[in-house]
């Protein structure tokens, strides 16, 4: 699975568990640090926390592993890093006192027909 498959993957998994504002932002060709954004938000930090773990077991299942998770203890804003894909999720107050979106505003963003598309779990 090349990263932009596995960008879109994730965002119709997240979208199945009732993640909201999904985007997936193509970051490749203005910084080193990845391909793409996946930017969830959640209405909780119970959410936040579960859309989290059950990403991470969605993932693992298929022999994905993170290089890295962070922010699970605030749930605030939880970074998932699988090296060329990097997913943020937000919960809905902190993403828009962060601005994400703004930021990276430049990126393209992949379109996103989530319809109908949730994943197996």
């Not at 009732?18 to 969830?40: M, N, R, S």
């Not at 939880?78 to 107050?93: A, K, N, Q």
């Amino acid at each position: 699975m090349n990263s932009k498959e596995l960008a879109l993957s994730i965002a119709r998994f997240l979208d199945s568990k009732k993640a909201t504002d999904l985007e997936v932002i193509q970051i490749g060709e203005l910084t080193t640090i990845g391909d793409y954004f996946v930017v969830a938000t959640a209405s909780n930090t119970t959410l936040v926390k579960s859309l989290c773990e059950d990403l991470d077991e969605y993932l693992g299942r298929q022999g994905i592993e993170p290089k890295r998770i962070e922010g699970r203890s605030s749930a605030q804003w939880i970074l998932m890093d699988y090296r060329d894909v990097i997913v943020h999720i937000f919960y809905s107050e902190t993403r828009d006192f962060y601005s994400i979106d703004r930021v990276w505003a430049d990126a393209p963003r992949l379109p996103l027909d989530l319809q109908g598309e949730g994943e197996e779990t």
